[in-house]
């Protein structure tokens, strides 16, 4: 079983660029990613995606191959059951508000 999801600092692992150049890149909205707790996550998908959208090539071996169409739709349609709620639903990430001071 391959990983799915990874943390920043594994992303700029696989990708050899610091962490903050990810971090950029989710702000500016180049690289999708969810933001959980103070750190974010990213895809295997948004991953692969944003690394051949900046001209690289396979980023992950043939073996493990991104899932299916079907696999794909059944995810979709488990996230989607939770979102009656408010459970599993995705925000995109924002820069940081809580930074702002007031001026005297």
Do not use: N
Request: overall charge positive; aromatic content about 6%; proline content about 3%.
């Amino acid at each position: 079983m391959h990983k799915t999801t990874y943390t920043l600092a594994e992303a700029a692992e696989l990708l050899h660029c610091h962490k903050e150049t990810l971090r950029k890149s989710i702000l500016d909205g180049s690289l999708q990613a969810a933001r959980l707790g103070r750190g974010y996550r990213v895809s295997r998908a948004d991953l692969q995606k944003f690394w051949t959208e900046r001209g690289g090539g396979e980023l992950f071996g043939k073996s493990e191959s991104l899932p299916t169409a079907a696999e794909s739709a059944y995810v979709k349609d488990a996230a989607e059951e939770g979102t009656e709620k408010g459970v599993g639903r995705r925000r995109k990430a924002s820069g940081p508000r809580q930074l702002t001071l007031p001026l005297d």
